[in-house]
């Protein structure tokens, strides 16, 4: 007799849909590895594994700085979701924070430094980031956009909206001072002015028809005749005079008015301004630098007892931006750092790199030279629009060796 299958309501059941939906019990997730564990026994286990205790004894270094930056990330997160979805709406607190941690890879509160999301939404009231107000129903929010477009949006609806409502007095104000002239007229010539009364249409019978009278007046075919022999003969009148004026202006507007010496020098500089601001914008350095399969150099002395460190791995997977899962060469071994216990590899002249910041960041190239003087290098882009383009001037932290 073969196996039964297992019912509905077993425990193996009910686990395996648990884990298809993604959701499972908080309790027994680490935010430090960003692991989540099925039940009691495997959260035990991972406690006691390896990787925990590392990842423990470099959170234990600077514990105030992963709390700030999960706290971070969890209200940048929130914030965000909450100005996508609702924007400016009125919401309940428990049921948006329901929508928001239905994505299994959010951050989690217990990660925070607020205790519960009372204490949090008091503290989005008090920065002045969001309207919360307290109800018998509960704590809603109301998001504050404080976006430069969005404000400037909302300026001009409100100037269009002063100017249609002064447009409907301004008609106002002629339709009264129509009245009171013809007012003024009927008192003038010894007539009573009757103010105009608006009553409603009604019918004295069902049974009876409105008609409209709309017959056409039609001219007689001597006043036709007229009409059109004085047109033409006005017609012939005015050519002559009125060609030569034609095409002198209609060449008048095909020519392009020349620029004076003044406007040309004011067009000159707005372009240079333009093209500094798009220089600074495109050399912004962003914040997190790490790439999946670049070659990094661990500079954390107490990790491992000191065994990782000035020794180099690949990165397999960059977490949360400025985390990253890199696999040691040395040793057969997987850790998970942040990015400033770690330092960018330099390679040999002539091997491939690749940009991590300015404006080529993400392109792949062959290093050119090295500026020891100036602590900068000379990369040959390889890739992308600017394929076959040496940049120089490139400081050494921006560049790294690709495994």
Same mark, same amino acid.
Request: hydrophobic share 40%; glycine share 6%; proline share 3%.
């Given at each position: 007799m073969g196996k039964q299958k297992a019912g509905f309501l077993t425990p193996k059941a009910i686990g395996n849909r648990i884990k298809a939906k993604g959701l499972q019990k908080l309790r027994w997730y680490c935010e430090m590895c960003q692991k989540q564990c099925r039940d009691e026994n495997g959260f035990k286990c991972h406690r006691m594994s390896e990787a925990h205790q590392r990842q423990l004894l470099i959170v234990a270094e600077t514990p105030g700085k992963f709390v700030s930056g999960f706290s971070g990330e969890f209200e940048r997160a929130f914030l965000g979701q909450l100005r996508r979805t609702k924007q400016s709406k009125r919401v309940s607190v428990n049921v948006f924070y329901n929508e928001y941690i239905a994505d299994k890879d959010h951050i989690h509160m217990n990660a925070t430094r607020w205790?519960?999301?009372?204490?949090?939404?008091?503290?989005?009231?008090? /920065?002045?980031? $969001?309207?919360?107000?307290?109800? *018998?129903?509960?704590?809603?929010? #109301?998001?504050?956009?404080?976006? *430069?477009?969005?404000?400037? %949006? #909302?300026?001009?609806? +409100?100037?269009?909206?002063?100017?249609? +409502?002064?447009?409907?007095? %301004?008609?106002? +104000?002629?339709?009264? /001072?129509?009245? @009171?002239r013809d007012r003024k007229k009927a008192e003038e010539r010894g007539e009573t002015f009757n103010e105009p009364q608006y009553t409603e249409l009604k019918r004295s019978s069902e049974d009876e028809k409105i008609q409209l009278s709309l017959t056409p007046t039609i001219p007689k075919p001597a006043q036709v005749t007229e009409s059109v022999t004085s047109a033409f003969k006005n017609t012939l009148k005015k050519a002559a005079g009125s060609s030569i004026k034609v095409s002198a202006s209609s060449s008048d507007k095909d020519k392009k008015r020349k620029l004076t010496a003044l406007e040309r020098i004011r067009e000159e500089e707005e372009a240079k301004k333009r093209k500094v601001l798009e220089d600074q914008s495109a050399d912004k350095k962003e914040d997190s630098w790490l790439f999946k399969g670049i070659i990094v150099k661990v500079m954390n002395k107490k990790l491992g007892d000191g065994k990782f460190y000035k020794k180099k791995g690949v990165v397999q997977e960059v977490v949360k931006r400025y985390g990253a899962k890199i696999a040691m !060469?040395?040793?057969? @071994?997987?850790?998970?750092?942040? #990015?400033?216990? =770690?330092?960018?590899?330099? *390679? @040999?002249?002539?091997? *491939?790199? =690749?940009?991590? !910041?300015?404006?080529?960041?993400?392109?792949?190239?062959? =290093?050119?030279?090295? #500026?020891?003087?100036?602590?900068? $290098?000379?990369? /040959?882009?390889?890739?992308? @629009?600017?394929?076959g383009k040496i940049v120089s001037g490139i400081e050494y932290e921006d560049v790294c060796k690709l495994a």
């Open positions: 205790s519960s999301l009372t204490e949090f939404v008091k503290y989005l009231g008090r /920065e002045g980031k $969001c309207i919360v107000d307290e109800t *018998p129903k509960g704590w809603f929010i #109301q998001y504050i956009d404080r976006d *430069p477009e969005t404000m400037e %949006r #909302q300026k001009l609806l +409100a100037k269009m909206n002063r100017a249609s +409502a002064d447009e409907a007095d %301004r008609q106002a +104000a002629i339709v009264k /001072e129509m009245v @009171a !060469n040395e040793m057969k @071994a997987v850790i998970t750092i942040d #990015q400033d216990d =770690l330092e960018t590899v330099l *390679p @040999a002249v002539g091997r *491939p790199v =690749l940009i991590l !910041n300015g404006r080529h960041r993400g392109l792949e190239g062959i =290093l050119d030279s090295i #500026q020891e003087k100036s602590f900068s $290098c000379t990369v /040959e882009i390889t890739q992308g @629009a600017s394929k």
